[in-house]
């Protein structure tokens, strides 16, 4: 069972940008299917964007040309770099291992989540 803490939140005024990074502290092994979810105050969790270990890439919508996900194996870490970000991004942001998906190609969908990760929190200001 992999053991995620998350790192890299913080403020940021509007337009700026931030790198979360997610490590499994545990260090059971190479990192298969992840993904960032985030929770604003008063709303239900969604998903951002989610990877397999062949690289392959999936996102949101609200995300999609702004925000990139990648994962460095040997260093058994997952990354979200947020660019241009927008006050409608403020969240309590959250990594996750998660069932793999059969296909990364098309819109984002949802997929089980096997483990969940504290949360780091982005705030940005205009």
């Known amino acids: 069972q992999v053991q995620l803490v998350e790192s890299g939140g913080g403020s940021v005024q509007s337009g700026g940008s931030l790198r979360l990074s997610c490590v499994d502290s545990?260090?059971?092994?190479?990192?298969?299917?992840m993904g960032w979810y985030r929770q604003a105050p008063g709303k239900e969790r969604e998903g951002v964007a989610a990877?397999?270990?062949?690289?392959?890439?999936i996102y949101a919508d609200a995300v999609k040309g702004r925000f990139t996900i990648s994962q460095d194996n040997a260093k058994n870490t997952l990354y979200l770099q947020m660019n241009n970000l927008r006050r409608e991004d403020t969240a309590e942001y959250y990594c996750?291992?998660?069932?793999?998906?059969?296909?990364?190609?098309?819109?984002?969908?949802?997929?089980?989540?096997?483990?969940w990760g504290q949360g780091t929190q982005v705030t940005v200001s205009s």
């Open positions: 545990k260090y059971t092994g190479r990192l298969d299917c």
């Open positions: 996750a291992s998660e069932v793999c998906r059969d296909d990364y190609s098309g819109e984002y969908y949802y997929t089980r989540v096997l483990a």
């Open positions: 990877i397999d270990s062949n690289g392959n890439t």
